[in-house]
């Protein structure tokens, strides 16, 4: 390991079964070809494609992730929201209202330093929330107290909303990152004042999918606008998407940041 920086794995939105396949075989061989201290992983369609269990949520730990984020799907499933407190590793939206189950961040303690992951989840086409952009203005003084990184995973439909973000906090976080449209961008790139920014890592799923879903009923569902359930195919061929940040731990600036894109067979 450097002991000079400190590498972080931004994992795409895990999805389904294949998704959790890949983590369990290929994580460890991933994380040393990379040379990854620590990792996050968005966890909201771990089952079945939408949402996450208990049992997806340990299961995933098992296999050495660090921490998670989550966004639209979080309260899916009845029993994330019964007992919220029990996921340590977890964090939901910041700026959902203040009394919902789970926090917005978490501290993470890796080579010394205090990591802070914060989750967001953006407005546009994605319903009401607390507005993220005032939420981080009136909140990242007290959070640069507290953590030496931060980490924000944007998760939002409007790649101008996760830009807008990026932006605005470029030179107060490490790393602004989207997720929730599943499919990896190519504009990753170190903003001006050393903030890394993507408009979306992708996600771990079916390659031949739409979004990780069975392409057959998605494309039925366009051609016929009725109700259809969607499930993630059962296939072998599973992408990798995630975004890799290099962290000086002297100035705790980001010096480098790179994407994967990787195909596996699970």
Known sequence: ????????????DVVGEPGRTLIAKHY?????????????????NAAHGIGFTKKTYQELI???IDAFTSG?????????????????KLVRPWNFPPNNPGQGYRIFTVKNLKIAVVNLIGRVFLGLADCPFQLMQNKIADLKKEADII?????????????ALGWMLD??????????????????????????????VGMVGAKN??????????????LNQMPVKFSPPDTNNVLFNALKLTIDIHS????????INQDYLI
């Open 1 to 12: 390991m450097d002991k000079d920086h400190l590498n972080i794995l931004c994992i795409g």
């Open 28 to 44: 460890q061989r991933i994380i040393k070809i990379h040379d990854i201290d620590f990792s996050i992983l968005n966890i909201e």
């Open 62 to 64: 098992i296999y050495g």
């Open 72 to 88: 639209n799907h979080v309260y899916r499933k009845k029993e994330i929201v019964e007992d919220f407190d029990d996921f340590k």
């Open 151 to 163: 980490l924000v995973d944007m998760h939002a439909e409007a790649t101008s909303e996760k830009q």
């Open 171 to 200: 030179g107060q976080v490490n790393a602004v990152y989207g997720t929730h449209t599943h499919v990896q961008t190519t504009d990753s790139r170190i903003l001006p004042n050393h903030t890394a920014y993507i408009t979306d």
């Open 209 to 222: 999918s739409i979004l990780g879903m069975q392409k057959e009923e998605i494309v039925q569902k366009f």
């Open 252 to 259: 705790k600036k980001t010096i480098k940041v790179e994407t």
